[in-house]
């Protein structure tokens, strides 16, 4: 489908329709995509929000490709205390179980609204006030739960059920919030108006820090007032490889999903015998999980993620998380601080080994792919953790390699290596891969992800944009 306008793909539709309202009404794909993340904070509230971290990028029109790194920083600056103890839950993901740590221990420095105001100014063209007054209005009114938000509040019950706060904010009553019920949130809406009037400065040094190292400081956090201080969001130059004559950009260090993917694209390149085999795709995986530190290992995260493509051809690609978040809502903010410090995968030697400011490490791959003429091609991103490398590489190989439109390529059936396994949805010609320790799902399932994406056709221009149907993903053309 095609737009004069532009075109967004999101995790929920009404984290779309904001982007698409603002396209509508003459903002840049960077204005969209901020308005898409507030609103996100509300329709999406266990995934990401003002305590969470990310990326984003923005490629296309003339653009020099750049990351905004704005994921968040391990705490410990100033003077802290000893960590508290986290605690242990475990999620239930239907075909996998795994287990989180959660509670004030788990908090690092959050990004978003730094990285919010960072982009507005380098390259947002609306005022910050007007792109966060939908978000406000929403989170006052409440937004009626889906039924894949609803999944997501019956899995992660655990963790938002570990403190009263949490509970009190996601299970209004003590009920668990089905389909169809209404979750307003706000004192949320309070905070995202204080962003729209007044940027990041309140989360940072003022009242709003206040609050949430008040409130986590006596619960064992190692979060302090000086960790909030010292953070900023951070320009980085995109890590590049070369696909079928296409420029891949995509997340760099130090985070480790961009650079994995582009090492499994280069492998491909290399091996390039036209479209990859099942085979291929596989070995090259394995390929980039051998070359994995210790650093580069995370677990499933609820993350969220929103793809833009604005009538100029300039794209926005920004992926957040929350962690699966620590618990904790800080009361009169509505603040769920992130639980990235709890990630056992993102700190291999122990919690709190991260000297204080050090980027966590992320799997998250913000990704613009470039025609040869340095037109845009695709832009996309997924949730999903350590699955995010595989299923952009899958999408950006069904678009170039199979001919697909965006958004059979997003819904084709993904594979996934993860230690000696090899995960599959239903629809993999597994029996291509002979004798290999494989676990077969029954169905589509959010383990695999969740890619937002779209595509611009190559030759009319014409854009097209694909929602994962896995997390609820929506597309709207402005």
Known sequence: MGSERGVVAAGHPLTAQAGARVLREGGNAVDAALAAMLVSWVAEPLLTGPGAGGYLLVAGAGEEPVVLDFFVAAPGCGERAAPGELIRVEVSFGDAVQAFHVGAASAG??????????AARRWGSVPLDRLAAPA????????EVNAVQAYLFDILTPIYRSAPEGQAAFAPGGALLRAGDRLALPELADTIDRLGAEGAAPFYTGDLADAVVDCLGPRGAVLTRDDLAAYAAQAREPVRAIYRGHAVHTNPPPAAGGTLLALAMARLEDAREGAPTLPQIVEVMEHAQAERTPRFLERLGSTTHIAVVDGDGRACSVTCTNGEGCGIVVPGTGIHVNNIM???DLSPLGFHRAAPGTRMPSMMAPTAVLAPDGALRLVLGSAGSNR???AVLQVIVGVLDHGLDVDAAVRAP????????VYAEPGVPVEELGERDLVRFRAPNVFFGGAQAVERDPTTGALRGAGDPRRGGAVVVA
């Open 414 to 421: 993904r594979v996934h290596v993860e230690g000696p396994s």
């Open 388 to 390: 995010i490398r595989s």
């Open 136 to 143: 406000a209005a929403l989170a006052r009114e409440g937004v």
């Open 109 to 118: 420095a959050y990004g978003t609204p730094a990285g919010i105001e960072a």
């Open 342 to 344: 709890g990630e056992e």
